[in-house]
């Protein structure tokens, strides 16, 4: 666990604590380059976890995980000190669900759920930037990746209609 935890604020995080343990994506997002890249590809096992549900228990699930999302956040938030510190992932891992609501099978469309999910996050078009510079704690933290889920899952049902 100290090989990742380079930065002195993540030693305020104990991966003892199950809050902290979601937050940093079961220590995905304790990777010092690219933590919410990583924190989406620790979210694609859970995905192909959950994938086997109905669509109306994958999105309930979905839910439940953006309302304790709120919490997790904020947990880990208020334990470094720092607003969406990188380390934070557990919105990566709903944001990315959202993106793969009724997404078809197999493994093209799971990496192009990650692609587009992953794009919407990183450059947060409107209008994701404007509720991620408006709202903040871990009700922003969800947010903003909430938003960038739902942009990609347009993007995968109009790919999903073209191309499957």
């Not at 902290?20 to 380059?33: I, R, Y």
């Not at 309930?60 to 953006?66: D, K, M, Q, T």
């Amino acid at each position: 666990m100290t090989f990742f935890m380079i930065k002195p604020e993540l030693k305020r995080l104990s991966l003892k604590n199950p809050l902290h343990l979601l937050a940093v994506g079961f220590g995905s997002g304790l990777c010092p380059k690219a933590p919410g890249t990583m924190g989406t590809l620790a979210a694609v096992p859970l995905y192909l976890l959950a994938s086997g549900l109905s669509t109306p228990w994958f999105i309930a699930l979905l839910v439940v995980g953006f309302v304790a999302g709120i919490w997790i956040c904020q947990s880990a938030t208020d334990a470094i000190g720092a607003p969406d510190h990188g380390a934070i992932v557990w919105d990566e891992v709903i944001g990315f669900g959202v993106t793969m609501i009724a997404a078809p099978a197999g493994w093209q469309w799971v990496l192009a759920g990650f692609l587009l999910f992953r794009l919407f996050d990183v450059l947060k078009p409107w209008p994701i930037s404007w509720f991620d510079r408006r709202i903040h704690g871990g009700l922003g933290i969800m947010l903003d990746d909430l938003i960038a889920g739902l942009l990609a899952l347009c993007c995968m049902q109009l790919f999903a209609v073209w191309f499957a």
